[in-house]
């Protein structure tokens, strides 16, 4: 039997091996998002055939799950570029960036995507950065934000968090609005 050194060395070459081949597979940035799923399930389907079948192949399913994990990350690529540049209700690290970067924000509490749990979200005190947990049905202040384009030409509300840039909207939401009607003003913006 061989140890397991020699396992996760014959499983990195694998690895190695297939994302070089998938490099020139497929052009997975073009494909839709439907597309992208459809993949998504299939090399799902994939590794979990390798997993009920033969263990012992560790090449085969090392193979496999390089193949997921590159679908994966291209449909994290493929979202990111789809919502870049739409309105959103910012997580709870872009709503710091945002009590750190941006002039124009009440001192009151707002919003964040950030979820916990099916009744809870983040929000922020704008007067002095604390983040709390709170009932999503509970009404506080609203900015969206948007990722921007590299090459963007947008002025003003802009910060960056590490390679991205990000702008918040001009004024907040009319109103104070609980954590759903925050998730639909922001949509609203889109249209």
């Known amino acids: 039997m061989r140890n397991i050194d020699e396992l996760l060395q014959i499983g990195n070459q ?3 091996e297939k994302l070089k081949e998938n490099q020139y597979k497929k052009n997975w940035e073009d494909m839709s998002q439907q597309e992208l799923a459809e993949l998504l399930d299939e090399e799902y389907d994939e590794v979990f055939e390798e997993l009920t ?3 012992t192949d560790y090449k085969a399913l090392k193979y496999e799950c390089a193949d997921l994990a590159n679908a994966c990350h291209m449909m994290i690529l493929h979202c990111e570029r789809e919502m870049g540049n739409r309105w959103h209700l910012p997580t709870k690290d872009v709503l710091n960036a945002m009590y750190e970067n941006i002039d124009g924000l009440d001192d009151e509490a707002y919003w964040s995507s950030s ?3 099916s009744i809870h979200a983040w929000y922020q005190y704008m007067s ?15 900015r969206a934000v948007r990722v921007l384009p590299e090459d963007h030409t947008e002025t003003g509300n802009i910060f960056k968090i590490e390679d991205k840039e990000y702008q918040a909207y001009k004024e907040d939401a009319p109103g104070d609005l609980n954590w759903k009607e925050a ?3 922001c949509e609203e913006l889109n249209k």
């Open 128 to 142: 002095n950065g604390v983040q709390y947990l709170h009932s999503k049905f509970y009404s506080i202040r609203v």
């Open 183 to 185: 998730n639909q003003y």
């Open 115 to 117: 979820e916990s749990g």
């Open 53 to 55: 079948h033969d263990i």
């Open 14 to 16: 694998a690895q190695r």
